[in-house]
């Protein structure tokens, strides 16, 4: 078994431990998993039941309340036969657009704490092996396939929710999001330059679910345009009983759009399966990435 491997379940099996173990004073009611029986002071508004009464976070219906620490490794696999590169991003000459095959798989510890009431933080790491196989058009010297492994993304966020949802009106939220320079000469794998995205969304909640739309700019420092259209997105989520929340969801640019679908089972107060599947809308966009993961909460005390 692979080092990255060992450390993955050490950390899964020892978070397990840690959330099972903890003492009766942590286990304070969660708004996901407490039976809709169970007397609480100050009951939730209708429009929370989705989602409860913390920020969301970058990760697919999901959100961290004041003082809350949430720990995801998760594992993920991207599918993509329509990959679309141009010779001069690999490392040899070449402006013309072709399309490879692609396939990697991810690694990745996701974190995420509430500083405030409606200020959170996110830091992400993974771990990736990629591979290519260039376009039987391709006729530059790029190799007939590459293989790349090591470190991937590395990025932190901020996430601000700025008006608090209402009877009268909907949630209001903006982020910022850092992506770190690394391994600029790994061309699949690494980031050649510092990345920066900014944007902000609204959520409503109503009887049948909780909507939310975003859209965000992006400035890539490597890239040739530097500023450009970032992600936008159009979701869906339902709380279907105390221990299932559903989630669907538009996401992407104008050329690469996926369709992506969760179910979240909340096995305990302190701990959830996320099942992730993303499938590609248009060519450009990755065709096929699953992702499957467990979040464990560690409520304030």
Do not use: C
């Not at 039976?35 to 609480?40: G, H, L």
């Not at 009431?117 to 391709?138: F, G, R, Y």
């Not at 790994?186 to 980031?191: A, R």
Request: glycine fraction near 8%; charged fraction near 20%.
């Amino acid at each position: 078994m692979a080092p990255t491997s060992r450390v993955v379940i050490g950390l899964v099996l020892g978070l397990t431990v840690h959330a099972i173990a903890l003492p009766v004073s942590a286990q304070r009611p969660h708004p996901l998993t407490s039976p809709a029986s169970s007397p609480s002071p100050t009951p939730e508004p209708a429009y929370l039941k989705d989602r409860g009464t913390g920020v969301a976070t970058s990760l697919f219906g999901t959100y961290v309340r004041r003082h809350e620490l949430l720990i995801y490794p998760f594992f993920e696999y991207d599918h993509h036969n329509k990959f679309e590169y141009k010779p001069s991003e690999l490392g040899s000459v070449g402006e013309q657009d072709f399309r490879g095959r692609y396939r990697a798989s991810e690694k990745l510890i996701f974190l995420a704490y509430g500083l405030t009431e409606n200020l959170a933080v996110e830091l992400e790491m993974a771990s990736i092996k990629a591979s290519l196989e260039k376009s039987p058009l391709d006729k530059s010297t790029v190799p007939a396939k590459i293989q790349e492994s090591g470190l991937g993304d590395v990025q932190a966020e901020l996430r601000w929710r700025w008006k608090q949802e209402t009877e009268h009106r909907p949630e209001f939220f903006s982020y910022a999001e850092v992506a770190f320079p690394h391994h600029r000469n790994k061309h699949l794998i690494g980031t050649p330059g510092w990345e920066v995205v900014v944007g902000t969304g609204v959520t409503r909640g109503f009887k049948w679910g909780t909507l939310t739309g975003r859209a965000s700019i992006e400035y890539a420092g490597s890239s040739s345009s530097k500023f450009d259209v970032g992600e936008f997105a159009v979701e869906y989520l339902k709380r279907v009983s105390p221990k299932w929340r559903l989630y669907l969801g538009v996401e992407g640019t104008p050329d690469e759009l996926s369709l992506v679908t969760e179910a979240q089972w909340h096995v305990s107060q302190h701990v959830y399966f996320k099942f992730n599947n993303g499938v590609g809308l248009t060519s450009k966009a990755v065709g096929w990435a699953p992702e499957v993961g467990i979040v464990f909460s560690f409520p304030p005390r």
